[in-house]
C-alpha cells in the first residue's frame, strides 16, 4: 500500500494528545498521514491567528520544522499559532513520564524539545477551531456551533 495513501492507518508508533479545552474541525487523519510520511518526533497542528497573544505562537521554517514556540506571548501579532492536537513518537512522551510532578507541554517540554534540536514539524490546517478554556467561550462556542459554523 503506498504511504500516502487516503485511509492508510498511521504507524504504531503515533501518540495523539488533545488539549481538552479545544474544538477543532481540522483534519486529524491527514495529520496522521503526514506524521507517518515525515517520520518527525511530534506533529503540531497550526493555523493562522491574526492576534497570538492567547495562543502558542508558531515559528516554521521553509521545510515545515518548528523553530520557536513561545506560549501566549504578549504583542506577538499575525502569525501561525498552535492549535493543541499533537502526534509525537512514544520516545516524548517517556520524557513526560520521567518528571517528578506536573510539566508543562506547552511552556516547559515543547520549548525546550525544540531548543534542544529535536524534530518538531507543523501541520498547517486552517480549519474551524475554537478554544472553550473559559466559561464565556465554551458559551461562545455553543452559539458558533449551533449555527452550523463548524461546517
Do not use: C, I, M, Y
Given at each position: 500500500m503506498a504511504?500516502?495513501?487516503?485511509?492508510?492507518?498511521?504507524?504504531?508508533?503515533?501518540?495523539?494528545?488533545?488539549?481538552?479545552?479545544?474544538?477543532?474541525?481540522?483534519d486529524l487523519s491527514a495529520q496522521l498521514r503526514q506524521f507517518d510520511r515525515d517520520r518527525p518526533e511530534g506533529l503540531l497542528h497550526v493555523r493562522f491567528a491574526h492576534d497570538r497573544r492567547t495562543f502558542g505562537a508558531v515559528e516554521v521554517d521553509a521545510a515545515g520544522?518548528?523553530?520557536?514556540?513561545?506560549?501566549?506571548?504578549?504583542g506577538a501579532g499575525p502569525g501561525l499559532v498552535n492549535v493543541g492536537c499533537y502526534v509525537f513518537h512514544p520516545s516524548l512522551i517517556r520524557q513526560v513520564a520521567e518528571h517528578n510532578g506536573p510539566v508543562s507541554l506547552e511552556r516547559e517540554l515543547l520549548p525546550g524539545w525544540i531548543a534542544g534540536g529535536r524534530a518538531i514539524d507543523a501541520f498547517r490546517d486552517d480549519a474551524f477551531g475554537l478554544d472553550v478554556g473559559t466559561p464565556a467561550a465554551l458559551a461562545e462556542a455553543h452559539k458558533h456551533l449551533g449555527n452550523g459554523a463548524d461546517r
Open positions: 504511504r500516502d495513501q487516503p485511509g492508510r492507518r498511521p504507524a504504531p508508533d503515533a501518540v495523539v494528545v488533545l488539549n481538552a479545552d479545544q474544538l477543532s474541525g481540522h520544522r518548528v523553530t520557536a514556540f513561545r506560549e501566549k506571548p504578549a
